[in-house]
Nanobody, 123 residues
Framework: QVQLVESGGGLVQAGGSLILSCAAS????????MGWFRQAPGKEREFVAA?????????YADSVKGRFTISRDNNARNTVYLQMNSLKPEDTAVYYC???????????????WGQGTQVTVSS
């Protein structure tokens, strides 16, 4: 089993940057692909970015391509990161990290989820 804890959310002005972190427990972190999802008020949860087990492959939603970067540290930190630049008010949401045995964009393929961290972008 994997436990995930997100951090790094907060309030930022449009055009600013934030780095989200997701720390994973256990010694099997590198056997899971990792993803970031987000849910804005009144909307369904949506895919943001994903990274393969080794970190060699990544995928992004069109809405964040060129602005967000996902990365991971499979060594001592067992952490996945989401670097968010050029933030827009429409990026405001609760951001969740998740773990899956397979790299994918469907939340149905993710087995473990964190509790979420709020990101608010003011205009």
């Amino acid at each position: 089993q994997v436990q995930l804890v997100e951090s790094g959310g907060g309030l930022v002005q449009a055009g600013g940057s934030l780095i989200l972190s997701c720390a994973a427990s256990g010694r099997t972190f590198d056997t899971y692909a990792m993803g970031w999802f987000r849910q804005a008020p009144g909307k369904e949860r949506e895919f943001v970015a994903a990274i393969s087990r080794s970190g060699g492959s990544t995928a992004y939603a069109d809405s964040v391509k060129g602005r967000f970067t996902i990365s991971r540290d499979n060594n001592a930190r067992n952490t996945v990161y989401l670097q968010m630049n050029s933030l827009k008010p429409e990026d405001t949401a609760v951001y969740y990290c998740a773990a899956s045995k397979y790299l994918g964009q469907s939340e149905n393929s993710y087995d473990y989820w964190g509790q979420g961290t709020q990101v608010t972008v003011s205009s």
